[in-house]
């Protein structure tokens, strides 16, 4: 095996924009990992949903096809 060509492997600690932080290891060069989701807040494993809507792109949908949503619905 070559010597000197693999990336240092060392922990880096995870921070969660839920406020969850742990450890885990990675090759990443940095010391510190930011994250939006995790499994503490995920709906998959919390059971509850969450709707991230950073851009307002939900309430955008909604007033450009809202009104056609309404006409088909009767």
């Known amino acids: ?16 924009s839920c406020g969850n932080s742990f450890a885990t290891k990675s090759t990443l060069g940095k010391d510190t990992l930011n994250i939006e989701v995790c499994s503490v ?18 309430d955008k949908f909604r007033q450009k096809f809202g009104a056609f949503a309404a006409r088909t619905a009767k």
Do not use: W
């Open 1 to 16: 095996m070559k010597q000197n060509i693999h990336p240092s492997y060392k922990e880096v600690a995870v921070t969660c």
């Open 41 to 58: 807040c995920h709906p998959f494993y919390s059971g509850k949903q969450r709707l991230v809507d950073s851009a307002g792109r939900v």
